[in-house]
C-alpha cells in the first residue's frame, strides 16, 4: 500500500459514506484488485506466449511451402518408370534405397536418383547395354552433405555414362584421360552425358595411357552462363593395372 491510497479513502468516505453494515475492507479491496491485475498479467503473459506460438507455427508451415514451392530437394522430378526404379532399388539392398526419380535425359538415355535409408543417394543411368539403368553409383557421408546443401557432385555409371548435380552451371566440360565433352545442365541443375575413353585399344597395345603416364583424372567442369569456371568435381579416375612385378594388367575405371 502506497501513501495516496489512505487519503483516497478518506475522501471517498468524506463523499460518499455508506451504512456501518456495508463498510467494505479497505484492504480486502486493495488486495482483491491487486490479484485481479495480477490475473489480467498472468492472462497477457499467455496470450503473448500463444501468439508468439502461432507465428512460429506459422512461420515453419510458411517456410515448408516455400520448400516445397521452389524445389530444395536436389531429387525433385517426375517419378521413374517401374523398370528403372525397381533397378536402382536392387543397387545396393543394404542401403534401402527408396523409389526413384528422373533427373535427366541425355540423347536418349536416362538419369534416375533416390535416397537411401541412411540419408545418402544412389543414381542410375540407362545405356544401349544397360536399358534398365542396373549400374549405378552411390553417394554419401561428404557427397551427400553437398548435395543437401545444394552442392556440386560429379559421377560415372555404366554404359560410360557420367552425370552429376550443378545447379548455377549452363554447362559441364567432361576432360582427362583422353577426353574432352561438353554437355548442358538442365533447369533442375541436373546433367547426363556419355564419356566413353577414348583409344582403347592402342592403350592395351601400348601398356599405357595416351598421354604416357599409368594414371590420370576425369574431372567435371562447371561453366556458369558467362562462361566462368565455377568449380571443378573428380568424376573417376583412370589408371593401368599392373602386377607387383610390373606385368600389364588392364586398364581400370574407378570413382576419383
Same mark, same amino acid.
Given at each position: 500500500?502506497?501513501?495516496?491510497?489512505? @487519503?483516497?479513502r478518506s475522501e471517498?468516505?468524506?463523499?460518499?459514506?455508506?451504512p456501518?453494515?456495508?463498510?467494505?475492507?479497505?484492504d480486502?479491496?486493495?488486495?482483491r484488485a491487486g490479484?485481479?491485475?495480477? @490475473?489480467?498479467?498472468?492472462?497477457?503473459?499467455?496470450?503473448?506466449v500463444?501468439a508468439?506460438?502461432?507465428?512460429?507455427l506459422?512461420?515453419?508451415g510458411?517456410?515448408?511451402?516455400?520448400?516445397a514451392l521452389?524445389? +530444395?530437394?536436389?531429387?525433385?522430378?517426375p /517419378?521413374?518408370p /517401374?523398370?528403372n526404379?525397381?533397378?536402382?532399388?536392387?543397387?545396393f539392398p543394404?542401403? @534401402?534405397?527408396?523409389h526413384?526419380?528422373q533427373?535427366?535425359? =541425355?540423347e536418349g538415355?536416362?538419369l534416375?536418383g533416390a @535416397?537411401?535409408?541412411? !540419408?545418402g =543417394?544412389c543414381?542410375?543411368?540407362?545405356?544401349?547395354?544397360d536399358p534398365?539403368? *542396373?549400374g549405378?553409383?552411390?553417394?554419401y557421408?561428404? *557427397?551427400a552433405q553437398?548435395l543437401d546443401?545444394g552442392?556440386?557432385?560429379a559421377?560415372? $555409371?555404366? !554404359?560410360?555414362s557420367?552425370?552429376? =548435380?550443378?545447379?548455377?552451371?549452363k554447362?559441364v566440360?567432361v576432360?582427362?584421360? !583422353?577426353?574432352?565433352?561438353?554437355?548442358p545442365?538442365?533447369?533442375?541443375?541436373?546433367?547426363l552425358?556419355?564419356?566413353?575413353?577414348?583409344? $582403347?585399344?592402342?592403350?592395351m597395345?601400348?601398356?599405357?595411357?595416351?598421354n604416357?603416364?599409368?594414371r +590420370?583424372?576425369v574431372v567435371?567442369?562447371?561453366?556458369g552462363p558467362?562462361?566462368q569456371v565455377?568449380g571443378? +568435381? /573428380?568424376? $573417376?579416375?583412370v589408371?593401368i593395372?599392373r602386377?607387383?612385378d610390373?606385368?600389364f594388367v588392364?586398364i581400370s $575405371?574407378?570413382p576419383?
Amino acid at each position: 500500500m502506497n501513501e495516496i491510497e489512505p @487519503r483516497l479513502r478518506s475522501e471517498l468516505e468524506r463523499l460518499v459514506p455508506l451504512p456501518s453494515a456495508s463498510q467494505l475492507n479497505w484492504d480486502d479491496v486493495v488486495h482483491r484488485a491487486g490479484n485481479g491485475r495480477r @490475473r489480467r498479467l498472468v492472462r497477457s503473459r499467455r496470450t503473448v506466449v500463444v501468439a508468439i506460438a502461432l507465428v512460429l507455427l506459422i512461420g515453419g508451415g510458411v517456410a515448408l511451402a516455400a520448400s516445397a514451392l521452389f524445389g +530444395d530437394d536436389p531429387l525433385t522430378g517426375p /517419378p521413374a518408370p /517401374p523398370e528403372n526404379d525397381t533397378a536402382l532399388r536392387a543397387l545396393f539392398p543394404p542401403y @534401402r534405397i527408396g523409389h526413384a526419380t528422373q533427373l535427366a535425359e =541425355y540423347e536418349g538415355r536416362k538419369l534416375f536418383g533416390a @535416397r537411401t535409408a541412411s !540419408g545418402g =543417394y544412389c543414381f542410375s543411368a540407362t545405356s544401349p547395354i544397360d536399358p534398365k539403368g *542396373e549400374g549405378g553409383h552411390c553417394v554419401y557421408k561428404a *557427397e551427400a552433405q553437398t548435395l543437401d546443401a545444394g552442392g556440386t557432385v560429379a559421377f560415372a $555409371m555404366s !554404359g560410360a555414362s557420367v552425370g552429376g =548435380y550443378a545447379p548455377r552451371a549452363k554447362t559441364v566440360r567432361v576432360s582427362g584421360a !583422353g577426353i574432352d565433352l561438353t554437355f548442358p545442365v538442365g533447369q533442375n541443375g541436373w546433367w547426363l552425358g556419355v564419356a566413353p575413353l577414348p583409344g $582403347m585399344e592402342r592403350m592395351m597395345r601400348l601398356h599405357r595411357l595416351l598421354n604416357g603416364k599409368d594414371r +590420370d583424372s576425369v574431372v567435371a567442369t562447371n561453366i556458369g552462363p558467362d562462361g566462368q569456371v565455377l568449380g571443378r +568435381d /573428380p568424376l $573417376m579416375l583412370v589408371a593401368i593395372a599392373r602386377t607387383s612385378d610390373g606385368r600389364f594388367v588392364g586398364i581400370s $575405371m574407378a570413382p576419383d
